[in-house]
């Protein structure tokens, strides 16, 4: 009579290594969870995807390292807000005379640092032009 278990060890084993492999796996998504960046469930969503091909052939380390590049390079959600409160003070500061081509300079380099959407530009631009 043949037994299939595993010897006690060989589990024991299994375990640990699970136990310290998975929180590795999940570090990408654990990071963007804790910086509270709005990005964590597409960075979960793209490990969750690439761990078969990660199991089956050894690709889902792209994947896995694209969510730890994404997740570090995600701004944070205070990082966020505090981007759009400086551009709120920015706009509305009735500080010197500046003219609207400086303004819509400045709206531009918020846009191109990412503090700005596309569409909150168009329509920050064109409040300044009617004005």
């Not at 969503?45 to 792209?62: A, K, R, Y």
């Not at 997740?71 to 205070?78: D, G, I, Q, R, V």
Request: charged residues 20%; contains cysteine.
């Amino acid at each position: 009579m043949h037994n299939n278990t595993l010897p006690i060890g060989t589990s024991i084993e299994i375990i640990s290594a699970l136990i310290c492999i998975v929180p590795i796996y999940f570090a990408p998504w654990i990071i963007a969870y804790i910086k509270k960046s709005p990005k964590h469930i597409a960075i979960l969503v793209l490990i969750l995807v690439s761990l078969p091909f990660d199991i089956l052939e050894g690709l889902g380390l792209l994947g896995w390292l694209a969510g730890l590049i994404w997740a570090l390079a995600t701004p944070s959600k205070e990082q966020l807000e505090k981007q759009r409160a400086a551009q709120t003070v920015i706009l509305n500061s009735p500080s010197e005379k500046v003219s609207v081509s400086d303004e819509i300079a400045k709206l531009l380099t918020l846009k191109e640092s990412g503090a700005l959407t596309d569409e909150e530009f168009q329509k920050q631009k064109t409040k300044l032009l009617a004005s």
